[in-house]
Every structure is written in structure tokens, then in C-alpha cells.
């Protein structure tokens, strides 16, 4: 049994990779399968749930499940642009700190800190408010160029923790070159770091972007999450009861956002071996009656006989 | 002593920073919507004022750029951060004095009593891993994936629309005069629970996880054996062995969390209707109303900064090993 398969057996990561593959299939399939165009007004305004509208409509009779199928599209894009672009600066900044150290890592380590001190969501608000179209992508890249820094400082303890290992040392003296270093033998030992780093990024990502949409920063046109909520809240929703105006949208984002956390349990399991043997042998421990103690760390694998 | 002078060069770097980011911000952006305010607001801004917001927005063709970022310091260090647009011709200084008691109130309470509660829980739920308690880990990672103004409508929407048991918006009673009277306190404690109650429910969890995380890892340390096997009780070992090591990189992460607390405590105002900055804010974005953003923005930047400073400080007086270390 290998790391990877190992990955896949953690129940939580199963069940928050099914959770992403379905709203990774409603982003793709959305505007085919949605049961409504979500800009068509109807006659049943602020209608509740029914057979024709399973989520109910809105104050001009739109489908809210049709708008919430359309959404998905525009979250996960957005968390996905964001959470690669972030994740390709936050390596670049980290490893290199890291890898370089003296001068060049105590600045790019001060300037990642900075990064973290300043609040991000403001920062966003501030820059998004003032471009002249806040679209999708542009608030995407706006989120990625200020939230790289957790990754980076995360990537930056754990490459100056590899670069003295011997293997790369051995590599070193070998003649290998720096770039060379870095790329094949620091990289592959730090995939979980930079995987857990890109899930929490696009999570950060995916909460500020519906943020921005809630605020109404980004056009209220692109349908996502977070456009629901704001018509939601701008038409009394909340006053009038329409809870299954402003419940389902939420609760998608939530989902989504267990979806990545989880996932990240299952990284963070991978990391921290701790963490793993408490985490995946609870059951096993309490079937077998053994009483988990503090001090006492149980073996993950036992000899097979 | 060597530490905490490194953390205040550090911090007023990032001051300086912020403050740069905010000067270039506006001037680097494509589209110029500040002329185009200025130009609807013709005849109604006297001329010193007009000048202030040219200097805010770098509206000045003739001036280079270095002469605009000195001009510009000039104004900060003068408590001038220019004229709001909406509530024209009131400076942005003013208003965001009056928002931001309310906002450090709101936020400085509910993370207290976030971070208190989610470290003892964390704690226990660490030290009892393995058990029952691990159930309640999914519920936590839940709570911490919930976007906060979710959280606040649902709050809205059940405690104060359905029951009816808190005012949904505002943040005290409109009809009193605000003064140090029982009622008027009264009256800030009860408009503020909800926002309160939504800040701590959903920053809670991160502080639960983190503790949690780290007390499983300290709690297989050496020391931690070594005072079981003295005999020490159970509840002093956790508190005093265990805990009290888990606890510090909650402390130093503390600082960096603050600032997405506070980013989330913002919305929360927005959908409060709560009068502090994150409210104010919402209604400079919504108006685009330039000047008061920017206020905003430098104003909660720099209380953040602040707090840092003082969680670092916090830092410095429980770990000792930052007293001694030659670093």
C-alpha cells in the first residue's frame, strides 16, 4: 500500500472528492441541465418550492435552482484561477526564500509577511471597487496576487528544512545546478505542502469572490453564489420569509467549502503522521477496545501474519 | 528585547507599505472615475479641498511622481485622508472616527471570546482524541467553511425575523441619546449580540482545529509522558504540561488570522446594518465614494497592524525562549 492509494482510502477524502466532482460536473454541464434560462422572469413571483420550481423563484419569478446551477460555473472558475495563480506565486516566493536564504530570503520572507499582516478582504474590496469592470477572471487575478503569501511562508519552512537533507547536498555535490536542485529534488518532497496550499487558497478564493458578489462589487449579470444572496438581501428576503432564496445558495458554498477542507484534512493526515494515526485508527483502536492516551501514539501498520 | 524591536521594524515597514499600496492603487488602476466625480461636482468643492483630492488620486498632471507621494505623506501625517464624496463636504477622517469604536468594540470582543473558547475546546477535543470528540471535528470544519455573512443572514433570519428575540439591524436604539448610561450600554450590548454571536460561531472553529491539531502533536512529547508517569493528575497535565505548549503557535497565529477575522467582521456589518467601519465601507463601495475607501482601507490596515504588535507582545511575555534567544 503506497501513499498514494492511501490518499484515496481516508474517509473524509473520499467524501469531499465527491462532493467537488459534483459541483465540478454542475460548472461544466450548468447552462445544459439548468431547468430554466436564470434571467427568464415568470409569473410566480417569490413563489415557494414547488414541482415546476424545486428551489422556488425570486421577486421577478426567476428559477433560483436554475440560477444556482448556472452559478456553480462562475465559483469554481474563479477559485480555480485564483487558487493557480496564487499557488505559482506563492512557490516562486516561497522556495526561492527558502533555497536562497541570507539577504534574499529575509526579504521575500519580510515582504510575504507583510502580505499576510494586511487584511486581504479589504485590499480586494479596494482594488476591485475601483477597476472599471470587476468580471470574473479580474477578480480572480485580484484575489490571487494578494493571497500567495500563506502558501509561501508554509513552502518556505519546509524547503529550508529539505535543503540541508543529504540527498540534496549529495546532488550538490554532484554538480547539479541550482535550478536543477530545486525543480527535482526540493519540488516532489514538497507536492503535499504546495496541494494543501492550492486547496485552502481556492477556498479562500471561492469565499471572497462571493463576498465581492454579495457586496456587489462584480456585476449582479454574472450569475454565481454569491449574485443570489445579493438580490436575496437587496429585496427583503430575509424580511419576507423567502428562505429558499437565500438557504440553498449558502448552503451550496458551505458544501463546497467542507469539499476543500476535508480534502485538506486528508493532506494534512499525509504531513503530520500524528495527525494520521489518531485520525484514520480511531475506529480500529476502539474495536479492538484499546483507550487512545496521550503519550501513547499507535503504530499505523501492524505486521500482517 | 532583540525581538521586539525587529516586530516593530517589521510592522512599521508594513505600515509604510500599506500606506504605498494605498497611494499607488488609484493611480496605477485603468479608468479614472474621480474626474469624472469631480467633473458632476464642479462649483460645489472649494479649492483646497479639490487639491486634497487631487492629491489623494494623483489627478495631478503637473507634479511628478515622487512630488505627488511626498505631497501625499504631508497630508496623512496632517490627519487628512480628503473629503467623503456622499456625505460631502465632511473629511473621511471624521467619519471613520466614528465607526471605528464600533467596529474595534465588536471585533475585539468577539475574538476574545473566540479564541478563549475554541482553545479550551480545542485542548479538550485534542486531548480526548480518539474518542467520541474526533465526531465533532466535521461539524467544526463545517462552521469554518460557512461564509460569515451567510451565517449572519440565516442568524437574521431565525433569531431576530422568525422569533423576534433581537433587533436584526443598527447598533443601538435609535431613540436614546448615546451617553455612559446603564440603558444606552444596555441597549449597544443587546443590537450588538447577534453580530457578536455570528463572529464567534464562525471564527471559533479555526481556533478549535488549530488547538486541537497541535495539542495532539505536543501531548506525545517527551514532558508530557514524563508528568504522567510522576502520577500528576490528568486535568493538571493537560492545562499545565500540554496545553500550555499548544498554545503558542495559536498565540502567533493569532496575528495572522486577525486580518481575515476583521475582513469577515466587515461583511458582518454590512449585513447588520452595524454602524462601524466594514458598514461604512460598504456604503463607500455601493455610492463609489473613492476617498472614503481609501480612508477605510488605511484605517483598518493600520488598527490591524496595531493588534499584531500587540499579540506579538502577548507572544514575547509567554514564550520565553524569544526573551533569551540571541535571534
Given amino acids: 500500500m503506497n501513499n498514494r492509494l492511501m490518499f484515496l482510502r481516508n474517509g473524509k477524502v473520499i467524501t469531499g472528492l465527491v462532493i467537488l466532482a459534483f459541483f465540478t460536473l454542475l460548472a461544466l454541464l450548468g447552462p445544459w441541465i439548468a431547468p430554466y434560462d436564470p434571467n427568464q422572469v415568470s409569473d410566480s413571483l417569490l413563489s415557494p418550492p414547488s414541482m415546476a420550481h424545486w428551489l422556488g423563484t425570486d421577486h421577478t419569478g426567476r428559477d433560483i435552482l436554475s440560477q444556482i446551477v448556472v452559478g456553480a460555473r462562475g465559483v469554481l472558475v474563479v477559485g480555480l484561477v485564483a487558487g493557480v495563480s496564487a499557488t505559482v506565486v506563492g512557490v516562486l516566493v516561497g522556495v526561492t526564500a527558502g533555497f536562497v536564504g541570507g539577504i534574499g530570503d529575509e526579504s521575500l520572507s519580510a515582504l510575504s509577511n507583510m502580505f499576510l499582516v494586511i487584511p486581504q478582504l479589504p485590499l480586494i474590496i479596494l482594488i476591485a471597487a475601483q477597476l472599471p469592470s470587476a468580471g470574473g477572471l479580474t477578480v480572480a487575478l485580484v484575489i490571487g496576487a494578494t493571497g500567495w503569501a500563506w502558501g509561501a511562508r508554509v513552502l518556505r519552512a519546509q524547503t529550508l528544512s529539505l535543503r540541508k537533507r543529504d540527498f540534496v547536498e549529495a546532488a550538490r555535490a554532484n554538480g547539479e545546478r541550482t535550478w536543477r536542485l530545486i525543480l527535482a529534488e526540493v519540488l516532489p518532497n514538497l507536492t503535499a505542502v504546495i496541494a494543501s496550499g492550492f486547496v485552502g487558497t481556492v477556498l479562500f478564493a471561492v469565499l471572497s469572490q462571493v463576498t465581492l458578489s454579495f457586496i456587489g462589487i462584480t456585476p449582479v449579470s454574472d450569475w454565481n453564489w454569491g449574485t443570489i444572496l445579493f438580490w436575496a438581501q437587496n429585496n427583503l428576503a430575509l424580511q419576507r420569509g423567502a428562505w429558499w432564496w437565500f438557504v440553498p445558495a449558502g448552503a451550496c458554498i458551505a458544501l463546497l467549502g467542507m469539499a476543500l477542507t476535508l480534502v485538506n484534512f486528508g493532506i494534512d493526515e499525509i504531513v503530520n503522521p500524528r495527525l494520521r494515526s489518531t485520525g484514520q485508527h480511531a475506529r480500529s483502536l476502539r474495536r479492538r477496545g484499546i483507550r487512545p492516551r496521550v503519550g501513547f501514539t499507535p503504530v499505523v501498520r501492524e505486521a500482517r501474519t | ?327
Fill in chain 2, 1 to 327: 528585547m532583540r525581538f521586539l524591536l525587529r516586530r516593530v521594524v517589521f510592522y512599521a515597514l508594513t505600515a509604510w507599505a500599506a500606506i504605498t499600496i494605498n497611494f499607488f492603487i488609484p493611480r496605477m488602476l485603468p479608468g479614472d472615475p474621480v474626474t469624472a466625480l469631480l467633473g458632476r461636482m464642479q462649483g460645489r468643492i472649494d479649492s483646497g479641498a479639490e487639491q486634497s483630492l487631487r492629491v489623494l488620486f494623483g489627478l495631478d498632471q503637473d507634479l511628478g511622481l515622487w512630488e505627488q507621494y511626498v505631497e501625499y505623506w504631508r497630508m496623512l501625517l496632517r490627519g487628512d485622508l480628503g473629503l467623503s464624496f456622499t456625505h460631502f463636504p465632511t473629511p473621511v477622517a471624521d467619519i471613520v472616527n466614528q465607526s471605528l469604536p464600533w467596529t474595534v468594540g465588536l471585533v475585539g470582543v468577539a475574538t476574545v471570546i473566540a479564541f478563549v473558547i475554541g482553545t479550551l475546546a480545542g485542548s479538550i477535543l485534542g486531548w480526548r482524541r480518539g474518542t467520541w470528540a474526533d465526531s465533532l471535528l466535521p461539524v467544526a470544519t463545517f462552521f469554518q467553511a460557512v461564509p460569515y455573512f451567510w451565517l449572519g443572514l440565516i442568524t437574521i433570519a431565525v433569531l431576530s425575523v422568525n422569533l423576534g428575540w433581537f433587533p436584526s439591524s443598527g447598533s443601538y436604539d435609535r431613540g436614546l441619546v448615546p451617553a455612559f448610561t446603564g440603558e444606552f450600554i444596555g441597549s449597544v450590548i443587546y443590537y450588538g449580540f447577534l453580530p457578536a454571536l455570528t463572529v464567534v460561531v464562525s471564527s471559533v472553529a479555526g481556533w478549535v482545529l488549530g488547538m486541537r491539531n497541535m495539542m495532539v502533536t505536543v501531548s506525545s512529547e517527551d514532558y508530557v509522558t514524563v508528568a504522567h508517569a510522576k502520577g500528576l493528575p490528568e486535568r493538571q497535565v493537560m492545562l499545565g504540561y500540554a496545553a500550555r505548549n499548544a498554545v503558542l503557535p495559536q498565540v502567533s497565529s493569532f496575528a495572522l488570522s486577525l486580518g481575515f477575522v476583521v475582513g469577515g467582521t466587515l461583511i458582518m456589518e454590512m449585513v447588520f446594518s452595524y454602524q462601524g467601519i466594514g458598514y461604512t465601507l460598504y456604503q463607500a463601495v455601493s455610492t463609489h465614494d473613492y476617498p472614503l475607501m481609501q480612508g477605510c482601507f488605511l484605517v483598518i490596515t493600520l488598527a490591524v497592524l496595531v493588534a499584531n504588535m500587540v499579540a506579538d507582545l502577548a507572544y514575547a511575555l509567554l514564550d520565553p525562549r524569544t526573551r533569551t534567544e540571541d535571534r
